[in-house]
């Protein structure tokens, strides 16, 4: 039987409105600064997403399009400049950063209760202690869909496929917190197929276009592709192979139109998280 398709885009349109109906009873708006290094293209993609997304969330938006040529220490004056105003509750910078800057300590610099990313270690600190705050939005996004489709990770086998510090590690923290017991597959994984095999739920975050195959599937798995290769095309395409795949497994999320819209609306929900963190009621 085909697996039900998991609709990103409706799921991210639901989560921006209720974003949007919280901020609309707000007295002081949420805001967010998105940091981006160079003028060219993607960036202006990158940036003009963002401020839709905030507009249709109510949320006020800035933007710094940094030249590549800056310092070090005018790009942690500029986020310290941000730390310190009461209008902005979450900065956000586009990664990765030109070669001469230090991304990691730029990174410290966001003040943890604005780090609406969950870069710092602070946060993912927290994220692996299980406690509550700001949690890295793609993976965020992934738990907010399992929920909309009523699967359960407790009591399941989980295989992540990829371990970065921004999808697979707090995916698989994620998991193991919502009770799934979960493996981490990575470049170095001697038999995937037999770890994915055993999986009930299987979360693919490698950026390898055809990695996971019908043959590596169970029947009736619960399939998420996160990963978002750029096709000759221009287009974009996941990890999975997905016509062959959603003949086996019970739900699938396709890509385009899967996890990244929701990654974006998570983005929403950390800036309102960090405003009302920030007191603003
Ligand atoms: P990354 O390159 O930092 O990490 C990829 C991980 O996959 C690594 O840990 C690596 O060990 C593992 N991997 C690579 N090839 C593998 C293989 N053949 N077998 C097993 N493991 C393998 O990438 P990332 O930043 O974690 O992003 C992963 C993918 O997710 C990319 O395609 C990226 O574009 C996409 N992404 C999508 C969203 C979204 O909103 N949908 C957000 C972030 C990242």
Known sequence: MAAVVMNGKALAAKVKQEVKERVSQMEQKPGLAVVLVGDNPASHVYANGKRRDCEECGIYSEEYMVPETISQDEFVSLLEELNQREDIDGIL?????????????????????KDVDCFHPYNMGRLTEGEEGVYPCTPAGVMRILKEYNIDPSGKYCVVIGRSNIVGKPQALMMMQANATVTVCHTKTPDLKADCLRADIIISAAGKPNL????????????????????????????????????????????????????????MENTLYAARLHGKK
């Open 93 to 113: 910078i586009q990664l990765p950063l030109s070669e001469h800057l230090d991304e990691k300590q730029i990174l410290l610099t966001i003040r943890p209760d």
């Open 212 to 267: 996971v195959t019908a043959d590596m599937v169970k029947e009736g798995a619960v399939v998420i592709d996160v990963a978002t290769t750029r096709t000759e095309q221009g287009g974009l395409c996941g990890d999975v192979d997905y016509e062959a795949v959603a003949q086996k497994a019970s739900y699938i999320t396709p890509v385009p139109g899967g996890v990244g819209p929701v990654t974006r609306a998570m983005l």
